[in-house]
């Protein structure tokens, strides 16, 4: 079965710094991923798909890359900012139906 | 504005009873998406539907149904409920292999 993993569960970087996440998938291989935030409390919100016919897609202060060969995708967020302290989750996708794998998330904090 | 609301915020229940979650958007999405979210496990995929009438099983189908009886309108059904279902609930929708739009969640708890 599909199995898909973020490179760890939180991650504390200072403000300014770019942070890097990771999402590692095998047993699959998804036509797209896509990237979404979550606030505690809150359901998820999309940020960005990338298909696999791309290498890289960007997004104001948000760049994801996808690497088919290594099946994984890197999400940056440059110049952060306290205000992106969140949980971002990746989901590869791309069956017929359209359903998609979650990861279990990186919790980010930004620290001013 | 889009959206995706759910009919509860928060619920309390007891064992045993049976438990109707609804999910109504507004986008004419083709899929909509029953999911629940628990420390340290993530989002898991409980039922999918791809059209009105139509279901998928997800990871965690046990325990759970479902009904889309209409295009905008998709509930979860705990048919007795039990204390290992306290969870978040949340629904999505999305067009056929598009980005899904979540609606707030329902927190449910079982005593």
């Known amino acids: ?112 | 504005d889009v959206k995706v609301t759910q009919s509860s915020r928060y619920l309390v229940k007891r064992t045993g009873e049976k438990v109707f979650l609804e999910c109504v958007q507004d986008m004419d999405h083709e899929n909509m998406f029953w999911y629940r979210q628990d420390p340290g496990l993530g989002l898991r995929l409980i039922y999918f539907s791809y059209d009105v009438k139509m279901k998928e099983k997800g990871d965690i189908p046990e325990g759970y149904s479902v009904s889309r009886e209409k295009k905008e309108r998709f509930s979860l059904i705990l048919e007795s409920a039990s204390t290992n279902q306290t969870s978040m609930y949340l629904c999505a929708s999305s067009s056929v292999r598009d980005e899904q739009y979540f609606g707030p969640g329902t927190r449910l708890t079982v005593t």
């Open chain 1, 1 to 112: 079965s599909q199995k898909i993993e973020q490179n760890s569960e939180a991650l504390n970087i200072q403000e300014g710094k770019t942070a890097t996440l990771t999402c590692n998938y095998t047993n699959y291989s998804p036509a797209y991923l896509q990237w979404y935030r979550q606030d505690p409390g809150r359901g998820p919100v999309f940020l960005l798909l990338i298909r696999e016919n791309e290498k890289e897609k960007r997004k104001e202060r948000l760049k994801v890359t996808f690497d088919t060969t290594l099946k994984q995708s890197l999400f940056h967020i440059t110049a952060s900012q306290p205000a992106d302290s969140a949980t971002y989750l990746c989901a590869p996708g791309g069956s017929t139906l359209g359903r998609l794998y979650f990861g279990r998330g990186t919790q980010l904090t930004v620290w001013p």
